[in-house]
């Protein structure tokens, strides 16, 4: 059953998209993007969440929740704007701290490799941590000493640069052992088939009002499934694993 927003208790500080903190009935917080987030960015992070789930990421767990009119009828006019009535995409909240450089080391190196395929496959640039800075939209689980992985809104970029995700990838330092292997690569390219043979159900499982971008839906959403599709299935070309 889709999770009902019963509460929003405020909006998160950090992030481009300011996601709103909400809970929902299941008792649980959610980080919610509504409308300000775009329904592409919607469509984006919830195809990008399904094929984590299925390549076995450490990825916060994520639903389609509800927003009723009613709750946004004693909200803030930016409330109702940026978040919007309706389904919208919430990421569960847990006890965690946005990753830094010190925790590099205690994430396993597969862990490392797994995230930066996953980020090379979607072409999400959207993950950076150097000496100097960045913002590498990952999570530390304090409780249970694990990373976390959240934010996809920016996958599928048309302007993704390999040379500029390489050089400022967080986990770019495991470049070499990913892209020089070839038996690794194979596997990938097996477990990314794997998740691809859901393709079709994961289209269906997305809410109809996001290939929309105004409530009366007379304007459609700018973002081609079949060019996306066409992406992910590079894996099947040597081309793929190419530093360039």
């Given amino acids: ?144 000493q694990a990373l976390v992985v959240i934010d996809h809104n920016q996958a599928f970029d048309p302007s993704f640069s390999p040379t500029q995700f390489l050089d400022f990838h967080v986990f770019s330092d495991q470049r070499h052992a990913l892209f020089d292997d070839w038996v690794l690569r194979q596997e990938y390219n097996n477990r990314l088939a794997a998740a691809m043979a859901d393709w079709s159900a994961i289209c269906h499982t997305l809410p109809p009002a996001w290939w929309f971008i105004d409530p009366e839906e007379t304007i459609a959403t700018e973002f081609d499934l079949n060019q996306v599709h066409s992406q992910l299935m590079q894996f099947q070309n040597e081309s793929f694993w190419r530093q360039t």
């Avoid at 208790?9 to 917080?29: E, K, N, V």
């Avoid at 927003?67 to 309706?86: F, K, M």
């Avoid at 979607?122 to 950076?128: E, L, Q, T, V, Y």
């Fill in 1 to 144: 059953m889709t999770v009902q927003i019963v509460e929003i208790m405020g909006r998160a500080t950090q992030g481009m998209t300011r996601p709103f903190i909400c809970r929902g009935d299941d008792g649980h917080i959610y980080f919610v993007k509504g409308r300000g987030g775009t329904r592409r960015g919607q469509i984006c992070e919830w195809i990008s969440g399904q094929l984590a789930m299925r390549l076995g990421l450490p990825i916060a767990p994520f639903e389609i929740v509800e927003v009723s009119d009613t709750l946004l009828s004693i909200a803030s006019d930016e409330t109702r704007n940026e978040l919007g009535e309706g389904a919208a995409f919430g990421s569960r909240k847990s006890t965690v701290v946005e990753l830094s450089r010190s925790h590099i080391d205690h994430v396993p190196d597969y862990v490392q490799r797994d995230v930066l395929a996953f980020d090379w496959w979607i072409r999400n640039a959207d993950r950076n941590l150097t000496k100097f800075g960045g913002n590498p939209n990952l999570f530390w689980d304090v409780e249970a």
